[in-house]
């Protein structure tokens, strides 16, 4: 009578549930970006002094008690500031999302649905939009428009469409085969109904990831759009504006530079996180 | 030597994390015997297969009084000792070839691994081995078969070229986890003959099925798996023939091919006889002619996939098409259901044109009109579902189409999950929940929402097991008397297909082969294809004896497999 236990390291045959636990990565990505968007709504909340006010006396304090991040070169708080940013900045990375993955749409819909000529035309579309630096796509347009926010997201969305229209047409492509489009075909539905009640969200629903962490990708280039003087202008809070003022007296007053840059990683790194473990949770439930 | 090649498994049981799957199962497997595992999914089965080669899986825990084989404890085997033991004293074949052999190997390559991993013979010696192996398990052109890649083998050759890996070092015991089945008949019928070989050549076979019919074919000695607990046990003509215990009947009761029409398969309402069905001379819903498709292959190859079929479907009856894979009966159903344009002949429903090729073709837009009239179930429901939707989303998709208000939806979707048996509550799930047989049932609501007339059954029950296909098999005979459905229902499985049909369209190669009446199919078969496809399917011992259809005379049955004696069951 032996009894013994075989162990082996091989692949389970039955799949276990693992219980929904909250890591701490994620849990302070959204915590942070809460925040943000708590901020950038109601920013008197957490700055209690004006972002333009200039006090002359004031300029040049390192961080103290009485201004948390330090003042500028004219006084100003940066705190205050940084506070006040981040309306400007979470604006712009959310309307310049929103702009690429409109065009994306638009773009992947008609590539993926329209059928070998038109998706084509679409395809070389996308390479010469590829082809085409960002950068100097955004120069070219804030050459046009002249500089300021609206070209600024403009430029920004523009910049990342042709990405996401890659990734959409594929979607597309991929869900138009679907034994489910098929049935709602055979169940009697008409084409724009499949489209968008079926078609859309299915072929979107693994971009949502792409898209959260693309608002982040969206703040870092307008940020550095503003740096380069061809977003806001000087004076209003904007974090790439403000990184470009600071940038004169880096050597003597660090924190003029540091919290704004500070706050561009943050809130980058924040949504990837949240972006990933958005990914990991939609995948475990579709598997 | 032989004498010993025993495998003795005394007092099994396996846990994973504390739960129980197997328990206490005892058999012992002498040389040149084999021993069928039956049971249905979830039984068991397979991880006990697994335990005996130590491959039951992470965290799961073997215990046994004995397990042992040619002698040797398998229990207190490290993980090098099952290294040597895989392979060479015990092979093992998968049940999905595809998934089981590398895509990018050669299947020669995968079969030359078995013989380098464990040093057999030299390098020349090991190449003529692969041939002798391929041809042992009855490859065609074995020297360019061993070249090819598995998505470059049929179905068959692929279980073939697996079971020629698995016999590469003459193990003495082969161990087969549902060698055959997705396979087609007369496909099954040749695997089959391949086991057949290696239980003739003395080795021990364990088989592992939920097909009772294949069961009968090779097993010495049948043990019936249910819930991870042995139901019952015993020689094989004993348990086919009279079983004791009641599960093993219901499992014998669920094979439809041994039930005439109209009989329950499943045992919660007995046997007893669905209403009268509507007479031939009942009006043509659906009636096809002449239709053709043709495709252009990766290679610029024509295929001509469907050629010349018509048929009619009239109110209320069921029609079936079988045919083995390739025959081109989904193309058909796909015309039928005016998925798909035909490149020649028509389909009318009511009279009026459906679908059409050339000058008579219909417009989408027309035919969208009528679609609620014309439902389809699909053989694997889940990806005909919106993964986002929970079943009664899905339900009230379907209800839309059929124009019935918001209000009267949720009302609706309680009678339909009703009709299909289904508790109410599921409708708030989502179909990855449910189980195969929920989810078919869920297909089935979705199908009779509109109030159809016709339902294009397309391999509706060809993954779900026995027990669970009897259900959906008597569901949809219930529905089709009490709504008065016609079915167009299409299978590879001909025991489903007798049971179902009232006429009956053999395909292949994207002809009709034959169109006749169930009985006039099943009793007198006139093509050759069709005798043969009859033939080529397995069937249980002492199989019922009001059944309608005689046993073929051996002549006809051995058209193709004559050096075969597998199909001389006594009936």
Redesign the interface.
Known sequence: ??????????????V?RTPRVWRVGPLLAVTFLLLVVIAAIVPQLFASSDPLAIVPRDAFHPPSWAHWFGTDQSGRDIFSRVIYGTRQSLFIGLAATAIAMSIAIVLGLLGGLGGARIDRGVGWLLEVLFAFPSLILALLFVAIFGSGIGPLIIATGLGGAPGYARMVRGQVLAVRN???I?????????PLRIII??LL??AM?PLIVTLTMGVGQAIVWASALSFLGLGARPPAPEWGTMLSMGRDFIANAWWLTFFPGLFIVLTTLSTTVAGRYLQQRLEGR?S | MSEQKRLIVEGLSIE??GQSVVRNLSFTLEPGKTLALVGESGSGK??TA??LI??????????A?TLSYAGQ?L???S?RG?RDLRGKDIGFVLQDALVSLDPLRPVGKEILEVLETHRWGDRQSRGERVIELLETVGVPEPQLRARQRPDQLSGGLRQRALIASALALNPGLVIADEPTTALDATVQAQILEVLQQIKARGDSLLIISHDLAVVAQLADEVLVLRHGEVVEQGPMEQVLRTPRHAYTRSLLDAVPAEHARGTRLSPEQGGKAVTERPGADSPVLLKASGLGKRYVGPDQQVRQVVDGVGFELRAGRTLGIVGESGSGKTTVARIA?G?LEPDAGSVQFLDVPWSAAGDGRVAEKSR?????D???I?Q?PL??????WSVGQILA??L??AGIPFEQQRARIAQLLHQVRLPAELSTRRP?QLSGGQRQRVAIA?AIA?NPKVIICDEPVSALDVSVQAQVLDLLADLQASLGLAYLFISHDLGVIRHVSDEVLVMRHGKVVENASVESLFDNPQHEYTRRLLGAVPRLPGADTQLVVPPLEPESAVLLFDESRLWKIAI
């Open positions: 009578m032996s009894e013994l236990t075989l162990g082996t390291p091989l692949p389970a045959i039955r276990q679907a034994g489910y098929e049935s709602a075909k055979a169940l009697g539905h008409p009640r079926q969200p299915n629903r579709l | 994973f994390a397979s991880v697994r335990s130590g491959l039951a899986g992470e965290g799961a825990r073997v215990t009084r404890d229990l207190s085997l993980e099952w259901l998925l969208r009109l009528h679609r609620r014309i439902s389809v699909y694997d990806s005909s579902f919106d993964p986002r998709d379907a839309d189409v990855l979705r509109s």
